[in-house]
């Protein structure tokens, strides 16, 4: 659960400011699962720069070097940062340590639009 919470506070960097750099537009209109250890969540990223999840929480990303999401929460902002990939497709997965202060892994997979 402590890996899933870094995640996801990783992934709430992913919220930040608008669009850079980066190539986000593989995961435009279609959800992005990230899963670690037993707990999983959904993901949405908009052309906007705006992000939601399952989970309720809600923010702005921004892509340069990596990708960060920045979301409000009950202890003020928070602002995490990772990697992306921006060759995933539709029906692919990813594996990476890079969201995870901890080295554990999660898995990021695209699945398409409902």
């Known amino acids: ?26 995961a435009y209109g279609h959800t992005v699962r990230v899963t670690g250890g037993d707990a999983s969540f959904d993901a949405t990223f908009s052309e906007d720069g705006s992000y939601s999840d399952t989970r309720g929480v ?7 070097e990596q990708l960060c999401i920045s979301a409000a929460t009950e202890t ?3 602002e995490s940062c990772g990697p992306w990939n921006p060759d995933l497709a539709v029906g692919d997965s990813w594996t990476t ?8 892994v999660i898995t990021v ?6």
């Open 109 to 114: 997979e695209i699945l398409a639009a409902e």
């Open 97 to 104: 340590e890079g969201w995870a202060t901890d080295g554990a």
């Open 1 to 26: 659960m402590k890996t899933m919470m870094m995640a996801a506070t990783a992934l709430l960097a992913l919220t930040g400011a608008a669009f850079a750099d980066g190539d986000m537009s593989n």
């Open 58 to 64: 809600t923010g702005s990303w921004s892509l340069g």
């Open 76 to 78: 003020g902002v928070q």
